[in-house]
C-alpha cells in the first residue's frame, strides 16, 4: 500500500510524469492507498468527494477512459483533498507503473 508520506517524500523529476493514466491505473491506485479515516481507501474519498460535486465532474470520473494529468478534474480533485501538484504527480508515475 502506498501513503501519502511515500508520495510526498518522492523527488520528481517532471520528465518522469505521464501525461496521462488510465481509468484502471487511476482507481487501482487509489483503491491501495489510504484514505482519510481508518478503513477507507484513498479511492473511497474521491469518490465521495466527486459524487458530491455531482455534474460533469461526476462524469469524467465514471465514464471516462484516461485522466490527463494537466486536466481541470485532477486540479479540482487534488485540491479539494489537500494534495500538492508534486503529490499529484508521483500518483501518476505510481499509477502509469500499474498493469491489469
Not at 483503491?31 to 468527494?49: E, H, I, K, Y
Not at 480533485?77 to 494534495?83: C, M, T
Amino acid at each position: 500500500m502506498i501513503t501519502i508520506d511515500q508520495v510526498k517524500a518522492a523527488e520528481i523529476d517532471r520528465r518522469a510524469v505521464p501525461h496521462e493514466v488510465s481509468n484502471f491505473q487511476a482507481r487501482a491506485l487509489l483503491m491501495n492507498m489510504p484514505g482519510s479515516a481508518a478503513g477507507r481507501s484513498l479511492f473511497q474519498d474521491v469518490d465521495d468527494t466527486l459524487r458530491a460535486v455531482g455534474g460533469l465532474e461526476w462524469q469524467a470520473w465514471e465514464y471516462t477512459t484516461i485522466f490527463p494529468r494537466n486536466s481541470q478534474l485532477i486540479a479540482t480533485l487534488g485540491a479539494q483533498l489537500g494534495l500538492t501538484d508534486a503529490q499529484l504527480d508521483q500518483m501518476f508515475i505510481a499509477a502509469a507503473a500499474i498493469s491489469a
